[in-house]
């Protein structure tokens, strides 16, 4: 299994980034795909979440802002950031997830300045 995330950078607050994970090696459409972070000496929270059939679950910080989607053709989640605050700094991370197995990729840095 291989989960590659990508897309990441530094991009100045208000700026917009958006993230892609290329899923390998899982029947994509039978798991949820999440997008987490976590920033330096914290934990790692959930942003945002999509079920195979659309559904989407977003930590309360970015509603309106962020935008999770995926393309089950492709094996493919996206995370649309846009208005980025110097808090969204982290490294951002894919999850596959299907009952209690759970499938994490490498990461990418997100890093807002103000």
């Known amino acids: 299994v291989q989960l590659q995330a990508s897309g990441g950078g530094l991009v100045q607050a208000g700026g917009s980034l958006r993230l892609s994970c290329a899923a390998s090696g899982i029947i994509f459409p039978l798991h949820v795909m999440g997008w987490y972070r976590q920033a330096p000496g914290k934990q790692r929270d959930l942003v945002a979440a999509?079920?195979?059939?659309?559904?989407?679950n977003y930590a309360d910080s970015v509603k309106g802002r962020f935008t999770i989607s995926r393309d089950n053709a492709k094996n493919m989640v996206y995370l649309q950031m846009n208005s980025l605050k110097p808090e969204d700094t982290a490294v951002y991370y894919c999850?596959?997830?299907?009952?209690?197995?759970?499938?994490w990729g490498q990461g990418t840095q997100v890093t807002v300045s103000s």
């Open positions: 999850k596959a997830n299907k009952y209690t197995t759970n499938y």
């Open positions: 999509i079920a195979s059939g659309g559904s989407t």
